[in-house]
């Protein structure tokens, strides 16, 4: 019976201090801190917008070229008995300067026999002459009432000596242009693309013996978009206008020579009669004056040939803002963060885009920060950090 009843009593013991147990570690714990989990703020990089002034740009590319290009051709035939130094290829004259001389030799005889046919052909003039007095007087002293014809009277005589006379004259003229032509001068300063000709060369007339090109002025074709004439004054040309009376806007030419950045100061001084129908191009004709001469030992000469970069100084603009490319979103959008950290989505109207910046003339204040970094989730009115740059540091980062 005992027994029965410890069977009982010892397990009930066994599960009362258990639950005691338990309630006692319970009640001992040490009370549990919660922390609240920190919200997170996306760190943006900033630029400040400042209104500015500025000279709008267009840019283009071309290669340099001549203002004149002529080819050497002798209007005489003849052996060659002189060639100047400066005639090869990449030499340089002067206007005026005897560039090959043919032999002259057979032109000087040609000179003097028409000279012997001009005193041949006066002589027969005042003979003719002579004989018409004497035919007007015989036809007088035979007292006849009929007046005498022209050829009695030798008038047609007369005037074909008067013509012989004047195609002689001609023809000593004509042999003195020739014996002119045995100099060929050069019709301006320039340099020799290239040439074949040498002394002891028999050369004829039409043949072409060299390639010549001006160096007083380099001129420059260069393609503009029809868009980009709104930022520049180009010169159209209407009729009645004098050429020399328009002035266009000046230029920069770029160029890379021997690893080394030079810029030569230029004009537009003409635009082109069409527009490309391919392209829809309007082409403007840069010049530069006195490409070859020697400004200093550094720079080197602007050759026909050299591709270079050309930058059109343009209209002047005010209170507008250049902003980096990677600051515009969707076309005509920038994140503007507000006086409380928050991003704002503000419509700008872009004036012009440029390869590496944007000018915006509307939807901005002076001293706005622009968002310039790149968000994977981004809501209008999100909280954001800011971490200022300088604009032209975001190109290197």
Known sequence: MIRNILRVIIPLLILGAGVLGIRYFISTRPAVETEETPRLIPVVRTITAEAQNMRLTVSSQATVGPRAETSLVPEISGRIVFVSPSLVAGGFFEEEEVLLRIDP????????????????????????????????????????????????????????????????????EMARRNLGKTEIRAPYAGRVRRANVDIGQYVSPGVSLAQLYSVDVAEIRIPLPDKELAYIDIP??????????????????????????????????????????????????????DP?????????????????????????????????????????????????????????????????????????????????????AVVEGMEVRTEQVEIGEEAAS
């Not at 004989?131 to 036809?139: D, G, I, T």
């Not at 590496?356 to 968002?371: K, N, P, T």
């Open 236 to 289: 159209l040309n209407y009729r009645g206008d004098d050429p020399e009376m328009r002035e266009g806007p000046e230029v920069l030419v770029k160029a890379e020579f021997a690893g080394k950045k030079h810029t030569w100061k230029g004009r537009i001084v003409r635009t082109e009669g069409e527009i490309d129908p391919s392209s829809r191009m309007l082409y403007a004709i840069v010049r530069v004056e």
């Open 105 to 172: 030799y057979d032109y000087r005889l040609a000179i003097t026999q028409a000279e012997s046919a001009i005193a041949q052909a006066r002589l027969n003039l005042e003979r003719e002459k002579a004989e018409a007095v004497v035919a007007r007087q015989e036809w007088s002293e035979l007292g006849k009432d009929e007046p005498a014809s022209p050829l009695v009277l030798r008038e047609p005589q007369t005037a074909y000596a008067e013509a012989s006379l004047e195609s002689a004259i001609a023809s000593l």
């Open 292 to 376: 070859y001469g020697r400004r200093d030992q550094v720079k080197p000469p602007l050759a026909v040939g050299m591709f270079v970069d050309v930058e059109i100084q343009g209209r002047w603009v005010s209170d507008v803002f250049a902003l980096p490319r990677n600051a515009i979103r969707e076309m005509d959008t920038v994140w503007v963060v507000d006086s409380e950290s928050r991003l704002e989505f503000r419509e700008v109207n872009i004036l012009k885009p440029e390869t590496s910046r944007v000018i915006i003339d509307e939807g901005l204040l002076d001293g706005e920060l622009i968002c310039i970094s790149t968000l994977d």
